[in-house]
């Protein structure tokens, strides 16, 4: 309810007073001269610091640059904005660059390593929602969904490099509305799509009135937190089918040989990815096909551990393993015809939908831009958008899911949002890194790669021969990419850094650090942030697979507050904070 109101009251105002409010800035500022002093300098650096401070201690700022001449931090814009902004910085690009850079091996490398990566959650999801839903929304919805929303984001959004894709907590959601459906005697599919209709109307307000600027308040801290956690979960859940499924069950549901080629195929997997990823570090072979063999590694380890798989289990020894399973035809799950027909929800209950669309609206709002601020991440060095921080094309990027969001609701299929993990894997898939210290140059920011991921999605719905070729792919084979995923997405993040110092893995990760301003923080502050933080971490991960992993993403939008309860009870000193936070804290002053 906080949250609702303290967006809505804004969202309502916003129209009326956000013009004569920054009218009334512009002339207060240029006639009589107000300033703004900190404890340190009067300067327009200070000025500014100063009323970053004021609203909550944000890494990035947001302004509006509408008049070139002054810039002032605005949290909501007039009608538009930021939309207009968003597309018109990125349309340049879209003619000149965006093919050119997606022309290249790694693009098609990449494409091909997210394809399976993007289609096992689909069939995954969609099962559970076709036995929950008693055969109303199934795998055939979730792997058209997925396809279809994915090329039309890749093609319009003005970050086309973030992935969208079912996640848990729009399944849980779903799953809630069933329940609701059933409980009150509405038919489902209805109440899902005026459900739907009302949160992709939420969505659309606030990407056109700049919501997004709210995400300015998280910080390092939190990324650092949500980094952890995806690597970790991918590696749980890639463990959890290896041998959650294998051993301690019955042998008439596995056996022993099912049990050692299930855990042989995964790890022949993971190990065949991890060697050839590192192979561009060796000095073997030339440098190019180092480079080329470094790029596809992903690839090549799924052929190599389905060939073998299928090898072993099929023609030497006879032992059957599961593998992907794809809908037989192109037609909806229950048989029904595709339109949803919206008339047959009382008028009430269209308008009650209302309701639970704001709950719907907070978790994709939360997932969407929380994912876009982490494709986002300065480190990545991407440039296209005239990007000035992590904000830049939030809006336009909010409006296509919006807009996705009510064509999938008319025709009943699953929502689609910013996936986190598969985001961030797609990210690092297209970074081009030094050969000489391993420092990240830039990004290769195009949209083929996620074109050609959900058109190859698609084909497999479309036409038997890529279905006839994916039924040759082990389920196991998928485990061992999950377990890739998670271990190469840890490294170089600074939390897993310090984590390896407080476990004695690697003592030197807890030492001091300090910044150019000369700011030190000591060992057993460092040592204190992290367990914190793995605190943090350990308690999203329990929640996140509880039967309550739908309130997920509203517990991320809350690290902010436990950041502010760290500082403000001097738990972790304000300066020390910043340091850790990567902020410039040069001119700071006092630590108050």
Known sequence: LFVLVGCCLPLLANGFLSTTHLTSVKLLQTHHHVSFTSSSSSSSSSILKATIAAVGEGEEAVFNNSDNKKETPVLFESFGTGVIRDFKNRWPDYVTTDLKDGCNLQTLSSALFLFFACLAPAIGFGGMCNLATAG?????????????????????????????????????????????????????????????????????????????????????????ILNVLLSVMFIFDGLVDIFGKTLGVPASVCSGPQALLTIGCSLVTFGTATVLKGMVNTAYFTRRLRKQLSNFAPAIAVVIGSLMTNYLGHNKYDIPLAALSLPTEFASTAGRPWLVPLTALPVWARWAAALPALLGTMLMFLTQNITSRLNNNPNYKMTKGKRKTVLDGMHGDLLVVSILTALTSIVGLPWMVGATTRSAAHVRSLLKVSSDDGSIKRTLEQRLSGVGIHTLIGLCVLFPTPRMWLSQVPLPVLSGVLLYLGFTSLQGLDLWNRMRGVLKIDTDSTKAYNNNSGKVVTASQVSRLTWIQMGAVAVLMKMTKSKWGVVSPLLVALLPLLRYGLVKTNVIPKASMQVLDGMDVANDGDDD
Request: aromatic fraction near 12%.
């Open 136 to 224: 109303q929304m199934g795998a055939m919805e979730f792997v058209l969904s997925t396809s279809v929303c994915g090329v039309l984001y890749a093609a319009l959004a003005p970050q086309p490099i973030g992935i969208i894709g079912p996640t848990g907590p729009n399944l849980a959601f779903t799953l809630s509305l069933y329940g609701l459906s059933q409980s009150a005697s509405l038919p489902f599919l209805p109440l899902y799509a005026w459900t739907g209709l009302w949160t992709a109307g939420y969505l659309g307000l606030a990407a056109m009135t700049s919501a997004s600027h709210l995400v300015q308040y998280l910080t390092r801290f939190t990324d650092e």
